[in-house]
């Protein structure tokens, strides 16, 4: 276990939700920053090709000097809208994988105690969401990578609050005041994919109830053929 010191200070760089600026800090951005690089070197000699076309423009053969100019221009165009797109989005998803690769290979023992501080934080970080929770009516709050199925037995301010087999009662903060659920009805909220889109993907759902069959009726059939 790490000392309370050290994981008070991992806690002040890890991003409540995926504790992302720990690998930034470390590897994210530096391959990031590397990509870069190596765009803008492969490009620089294109650019210089294309200047160089672009100041000799010559007598004769006119055709093929305006091919070869436009051509690299568009190759040196499509390097740099590469560069301006990456530059743009920053570090991505893809970028923290390679970090935490990297991470792994490399500083094992370190990537061991970053796992393990997220792993006690994150519990230290249920904790008190479910004190919350729990201080508001409900079981727990709904979190991102879950699924849940039941009815809306009501909503308020602080959220919709659903009955859930697995998890009890369980509040949704992001559909406080909504007037689209309706209660008693059972929806599907589905957090799945709200880090990658960020959207919860909600459903009604629908009971089908098939008529019951009297045991003493179905005998008397049988006795009938």
């Given at each position: ?27 994210a951005d530096p391959i990031l920053d ?65 970090a935490r690769e990297h991470i792994a ?6 990537y061991a105690q970053v796992q393990q ?109």
């Amino acid at each position: 276990m790490m000392s309370f010191s050290y994981r008070a200070k991992l806690s002040k760089k890890l991003n409540k939700c995926t504790y992302r600026p720990i690998w930034s800090e470390f590897c994210a951005d530096p391959i990031l920053d590397n990509q870069l690089k190596a765009l803008r070197e492969k490009g620089k000699p294109i650019l210089e090709k294309y200047n160089k076309l672009k100041d000799n423009k010559p007598l004769f053969g006119k055709g093929k000097w305006e091919k070869d100019t436009s051509d690299t221009l568009k190759q040196y165009n499509n390097i740099k809208n590469t560069h301006d797109s990456m530059k743009e989005k920053g570090v991505t998803d893809d970028h923290y994988k390679q970090a935490r690769e990297h991470i792994a290979k490399h500083e094992p023992s370190y990537y061991a105690q970053v796992q393990q501080t997220i792993k006690e934080l994150e519990f230290i970080k249920q904790e008190q969401e479910d004190k919350y929770a729990k201080g508001l009516g409900a079981d727990r709050l709904a979190k991102n990578g879950e699924f849940y199925s039941g009815k809306i037995l009501k909503i308020t301010n602080e959220g919709a609050y659903q009955q859930t087999k697995h998890h009890g009662i369980v509040l949704h903060p992001a559909y406080a005041n909504d007037r689209d659920l309706k209660l008693d009805k059972s929806y599907d909220f589905n957090y799945m994919e709200v880090e990658k889109t960020g959207k919860i993907l909600r459903s009604e759902t629908y009971e089908v109830t098939l008529p019951n069959k009297d045991p003493k009726q179905e005998r008397n059939a049988d006795i009938s053929h």
